[in-house]
T-cell receptor, first 115, second 111 residues
């Protein structure tokens, strides 16, 4: 089955710890994205990558880091510098066709709670 | 700041009625428009995409786009209780890979 997987589904972190959220896709999509969603809020873009070994900051990149060593994988690290990391984290991917990026498809999400 | 605005709701409709969800956007360079459905605690699911002015129909869903008025809407005919969810409007600017999302409209369909 083609799709986007995220792990873990739930993650608990102690203050001061770094944690890494996994995102894998087997759709052969070019671009991948990380969003954060807080209760009652829309999706806010953290980082995105259009090609392997390249990525750009989104609107709220402070306290986060990413890598894109493989087309299929785009892990997100939530560092201790992120002051309020408790949120629902969503990974998405999209395909590029003729210079246009089409629909984004989402993984099931990871719910991170800081204890 | 490019913005996408949606009424937060909730929009309450009885079963079988037409639900009308609206979205306005500020960036005149926007070229692609998407509607996502998000059930509570779940990730967004793409339900409609529209790229040109006019209507696009898919089953019970119709997306309407008016670029001159910077307005996109989603109509759900014969609404069902299973349609109860938050509907997110997303907009893409020409040449960019990112989407700008609205905060979503909660739809409640009562039996």
């Amino acid at each position: 089955d083609g799709g986007i997987t995220q792990s873990p589904k739930y993650l608990f972190r102690k203050e001061g710890q770094n944690v890494t959220l996994s995102c894998e896709q087997n759709l052969n999509h070019d671009a991948m994205y990380w969003y954060r969603q807080d209760p009652g809020q829309g999706l806010r873009l953290i980082y995105y990558s259009q090609i392997v070994n390249d990525f750009q900051k989104g609107d709220i990149a402070e306290g986060y880091s990413v890598s894109r060593e493989k087309k299929e994988s785009f892990p997100l690290t939530v560092t201790s510098a992120q002051k309020n990391p408790t949120a629902f984290y969503l990974c998405a991917s999209s395909i590029e066709e003729g210079g246009r990026y089409n629909e984004q498809f989402f993984g099931p999400g990871t719910r991170l709670t800081v204890l | 700041q490019k913005e996408v605005e949606q009424n937060s709701g909730p929009l309450s409709v009885p079963e079988g009625a037409i639900a009308s969800l609206n979205c306005t956007y500020s960036d005149r360079g926007s070229q692609s428009f998407f509607w996502y459905r998000q059930y509570s605690g779940k990730s967004p699911e793409l339900i409609m995409s529209i790229y040109s002015n006019g209507d696009k129909e898919d089953g019970r869903f119709t997306a309407q786009l008016n670029k001159a008025s910077q307005y996109v809407s989603l109509l759900i005919r014969d609404s069902q209780p299973s349609d109860s969810a938050t509907y997110l409007c997303a907009v893409n600017r020409a040449g960019y890979s990112t989407l700008t999302f609205g905060k979503g409209t909660m739809l409640l369909v009562s039996p």
